[in-house]
Every structure is written in structure tokens, then in C-alpha cells.
């Protein structure tokens, strides 16, 4: 399955599930054997123990768009996406007249390439080392204009937040 950007949020926001459960059917990490870290048993402290997600076999989800998400790690706070976002020259995160809305804060580091940003009414460039913070919830459409490919490091905080007038348009 290929679903655009603005069905994939609205599937999450209607579901009140997250991007992880709808794309990669995991919810939270595999424990790391304890003989990985050290001789005693990981800590079961609140939050996220030792993770480790290996390069080879991650999940990654091509959307229709052109735009590649391979999820980084799976933290056991189910409100945190982290993912590195790969957009092939053309591709977009919406089609040129939409722009996308919904729960959460992003925050997005550039890797390599160059990626135009529209959040409401600015329009940006950012290149390899810049990165960008914004509310979700303001209309944005991120973009390669350009010949190479993009990548970049990806954080959706609060996703799945219930604050009403988020939801995906």
C-alpha cells in the first residue's frame, strides 16, 4: 500500500493509533539481551530502555508521493516518531496546491540535498546541516525541487494529540 501523506494522517488521527502502528504494525522496541549492555538485567525505569535498531532490515514505507520513511527507532512512548524521510527529485509530501495539518511538533534536520518548506505562509529553503521546527498543525508541504535526492532526520512529537482543529484537512 501507497498512501499519500494526507490519507496516512487522516487513517491515524480517525484510528487515534500512531504512523508506526498503521505503517510498521510495532507499537514499541525489542529488548536488547541484557549481554549486549552489561551482566544485570536492563533497567524497567519509566521510559525507553537500551534499543538498538540495525541499519539492515529497517522498516521503511515508499508513499505515493515519491517520499521514503524509514523509521529509525521504535521508542516505547508511542508519541514520538523518529524517522529519516528520503525525497527523490519531483517528490513531495503533498500534491502542489495542498498543504497537510495534524497533530504534533516536527522537528527535521537537512542530511544532504536541498528541501523547500512551506509552514502557512513562509517559504523556505534548507540545505544540508539545517534544520527547522514547527507546529504540526500549521499547514505545510515539503518538497524537492531540485536533482538530488534529500534526506533528512525526522521527530513528530504529540501526534496523536486530541486537541481539536488538528486533525489532517
Not at 500549521?138 to 521527530?155: D, S
Request: charged content about 20%.
Amino acid at each position: 500500500m501507497q498512501p499519500s501523506v494526507r490519507t496516512l494522517y487522516a487513517l491515524v488521527t480517525e484510528f487515534g493509533v500512531t504512523v508506526d502502528e498503521v505503517l510498521f504494525d510495532q507499537k514499541s522496541p525489542s529488548p536488547v539481551p541484557a549481554s549486549l549492555s552489561a551482566p544485570e538485567s536492563p533497567s524497567t525505569a519509566a521510559g525507553p530502555g537500551l534499543a538498538v535498531q540495525r541499519a539492515k532490515g529497517r522498516p521503511a514505507i515508499t508513499l505515493s508521493s515519491g517520499v521514503t520513511w524509514e523509521r529509525l527507532m521504535f521508542w516505547a512512548d508511542e508519541d514520538v516518531e523518529f524517522i529519516e524521510a528520503t525525497y527523490a527529485p519531483g517528490s513531495a509530501s503533498s500534491p502542489d496546491d495542498e498543504l497537510v495539518r495534524h497533530n504534533g511538533h516536527e522537528f527535521g534536520y537537512i542530511l544532504s540535498g536541498t528541501l523547500r518548506v512551506v509552514v502557512g505562509f513562509d517559504e523556505l529553503v534548507l540545505r544540508p546541516g539545517d534544520s527547522i521546527t514547527f507546529p504540526s498543525s500549521t499547514p505545510h508541504r515539503l518538497c524537492n525541487e531540485g536533482n538530488e535526492t534529500v534526506r533528512a532526520i525526522w521527530v513528530v512529537r504529540g501526534r496523536r494529540g486530541t486537541h481539536p482543529g488538528h486533525e489532517a484537512p
